[in-house]
C-alpha cells in the first residue's frame, strides 16, 4: 500500500523542513516539496505537525529478573506503550548470567520476544561473567547475530558485577571486534559499604538509596572505566544511564581528547531530583528508586545534563524503563531501602519529555529528533534503515502536534505499572499518528497495532568510532 504525507514539516537533526512524504509498503521512498507529490494517491493530512522519525529507545529491560522478581512490563505491554509514546524500535538487554553460556542467554531473549512485540526490536547482551567462553561468544554475536554492543557493570557485586580486569578483557575483544562495550559506571564495592553503613543507623527509607550512591562513585567509575578503554586502545565505550555533574565532566573531557566516549542520559535525571521524588514522605520514595539515582536538586546536575545534551557530551536520551509496581514489588524493600527492586518505567513518555525541552528552550527541534532517534540509529549500527525520513529507510514515522497537550498518569498511560513516575505532569506536545513499518500502529487515542508486528533488528557497528 502507498500512501503520501502530506502538509506536514518533517523534522531532521538539521532542522525542521516542510516536505511530503511517499510511503510505499514498509518504507519510505520519496519525499516532495510541498504539493508536488503524485496526486493520485491515497493521503495522510499532517496539516500543523512535525513529522519525524519513529523514536529508538536504546535501553530498556522489558520482564527483567531482578532482585527476585520480573520487570511488570512484558515485551508485549512494553512495546505497545512505547508505540503510545511514538518509539518504534526498542533495544533491550538480553542477559548472560554468571555461569551460563551467552548464546542461551541470548536464545531466552528470543524466545521472550518471538511474537510477542508490537515494534520492531533489537538486543544488547549482558555480560554476567568475562571468562575465555563469554569472550569467544562476543564474536559470534557480532559476526552472526547482529548483536554489537555488550553491557558490563561495575556496580551490583554478586549479581552482575565485572571486576576492572574483566571489563579489560572485554574492552580488548571489542576493540579487536568493533563492538560497543555499554558500562553502568558506579562503584560498587564502595557504594555496598554506604548502604550497610547506613542500614546500621537505622537509614532505611527509600531516600538514602540517592545517599548511599553519591555522585562521586558514579565519576569514579566513569573515570576508571574512560581509562580502562584507553589502555584496551580506545575501545568504543558508552556510558549508561549517566545522571550526575561530575560523572559528565569525565566524559567531556575523554571527547575533547578525541576519545571513543559516548554517554546517553535519561528522561528522569533531566526532570527529577533526590529531595523532591525520591526524598517523598514515608515509602513513596521507592517509586523513583533507580541506579544511578536522582540526583540532588541543590547541585546544578540538570542544568549540565541539558547543556550535555546540546554540546553532545550526551549524544542519546533512553529512558532504562525497568518498571517495577509498588505492590509486592517496590513493597519488598519496606523498611530496607537496599531491597527495593530498581528501576523507573518511562518508554512511553520519552519522546513527549525531550520535546518539553524545546519548549523550554533547552533543545533545538534538531537536536530533539537527533537524541531520540538518528543518534541511537547511528551509534547502534541501525541506520539508515532507522532514525532518518528518508528514500530507502523503514517508515517508521510519528506525526507529532506541537500544539498537543499529554498528560501523564497511571490512569491513561499503557504500561504495566500501578503508578507513574511522572504522575499528573501536564506537558506540551502529543504524539497523533505512529506509523511501524507503513503500518498506522497508533491514530490519536486509538489502537491499530499487533503484537508479532515487531520485528528483530540485527544491528551492525556503530557509526561514530575513531
Ligand atoms: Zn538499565
Not at 33 to 41: H, S
Not at 124 to 131: A, E, R
Not at 153 to 166: H, I, K, W
Request: charged content about 20%.
Amino acid at each position: 500500500m502507498s500512501f503520501l504525507i502530506k502538509g506536514g514539516t518533517v523534522v531532521s537533526p538539521t532542522g525542521p523542513t516542510p516536505a511530503d512524504v511517499l510511503v510505499d509498503g514498509e518504507k519510505i521512498v520519496a519525499l516532495f516539496a510541498p504539493g508536488t507529490g503524485p496526486g493520485d494517491l491515497e493521503t495522510m493530512d499532517a496539516t500543523g505537525k512535525y513529522v519525524i522519525p519513529g523514536g529508538i529507545d536504546a535501553h530498556t529491560h522489558m520482564q527483567m529478573p531482578f532482585g527476585g522478581t520480573e520487570a511488570s512490563d512484558t515485551f508485549a505491554t512494553g512495546t505497545r506503550a512505547a508505540a503510545f509514546g511514538g518509539t518504534t524500535t526498542i533495544v533491550d538487554f538480553a542477559i548472560q548470567r554468571y555461569g551460563e553460556v551467552v548464546q542461551d542467554g541470548l536464545a531466552a531473549w528470543h524466545a521472550k520476544t518471538a511474537g510477542n512485540c508490537h515494534i520492531d526490536y533489537g538486543f544488547h547482551m549482558i555480560l554476567g561473567g568475562v571468562d575465555d567462553e563469554s569472550l569467544k561468544a562476543m564474536d559470534q554475536l557480532v559476526a552472526d547475530e547482529g548483536i554489537t554492543s555488550f553491557k558490563l557493570f561495575m556496580a551490583y557485586p554478586g549479581v552482575f558485577y565485572s571486576d576492572d580486569g574483566q571489563i579489560l578483557r572485554a574492552m580488548q575483544k571489542a576493540r579487536d571486534n568493533g563492538a560497543m562495550i555499554m558500562m553502568h559506571a558506579e562503584n560498587g564495592p564502595a557504594i555496598d559499604v554506604l548502604v550497610k553503613q547506613a542500614l546500621e543507623r537505622g537509614e532505611t527509607d527509600p531516600y538514602y538509596h540517592g545517599v548511599t550512591r553519591p555522585q562521586e562513585l558514579e565519576a569514579e567509575a566513569t573515570s576508571r572505566a574512560i581509562w580502562l578503554a584507553s589502555v584496551a586502545a580506545d575501545c568504543p565505550l558508552y556510558i549508561v544511564h549517566l545522571s550526575a555533574s561530575k560523572a559528565l565532566e569525565q566524559v567531556a573531557a575523554a571527547r575533547d581528547k578525541g576519545r571513543n566516549v559516548f554517554a546517553e542520559t535519561c528522561p528522569q535525571y533531566l526532570y527529577l531530583t533526590l529531595e523532591d521524588q525520591l526524598g517523598a514522605p514515608g515509602f513513596e520514595g521507592a517509586k523513583w528508586v533507580c541506579s544511578t539515582p536522582l540526583r540532588s536538586k541543590h547541585e546544578s546536575h540538570r542544568a549540565d545534563l541539558w547543556r550535555g545534551l546540546r554540546t553532545n557530551d550526551l549524544a542519546v536520551v533512553s529512558t532504562d524503563h525497568c518498571p517495577f509496581c509498588m505492590k509486592d514489588q517496590k513493597e519488598m524493600g519496606v523498611g530496607d531501602f537496599s531491597k527495593i527492586p530498581n528501576g523507573i518505567g518511562g518508554v512511553e513518555h520519552r519522546v513527549d519529555l525531550l520535546y518539553q525541552g524545546v519548549v523550554d528552550g533547552k533543545l533545538s527541534l534538531g537536536r530533539w529528533v537527533e537524541t531520540i532517534a538518528t543518534t541511537p540509529a547511528r551509534m547502534f549500527g541501525m541506520y539508515p534503515r532507522k532514525g532518518v525520513i528518508a528514500p530507502g529507510s523503514d517508515a517508521d514515522i510519528v506525526l507529532y502536534d506541537p500544539s498537543g497537550r499529554t498528560r501523564i498518569g497511571v490512569e491513561t498511560h499503557h504500561m504495566n505499572m500501578d503508578y507513574s513516575a511522572w504522575e499528573g505532569w501536564e506537558i506540551a506536545g502529543k504524539v497523533d499518528t505512529v506509523i511501524s513499518r507503513g503500518a498506522v500502529i497508533v491514530q490519536g487515542d486509538e489502537y491499530k497495532g499487533r503484537a508479532g508486528h515487531g520485528r528483530y533488528v540485527p544491528r551492525g557497528l556503530s557509526e561514530y568510532l575513531v
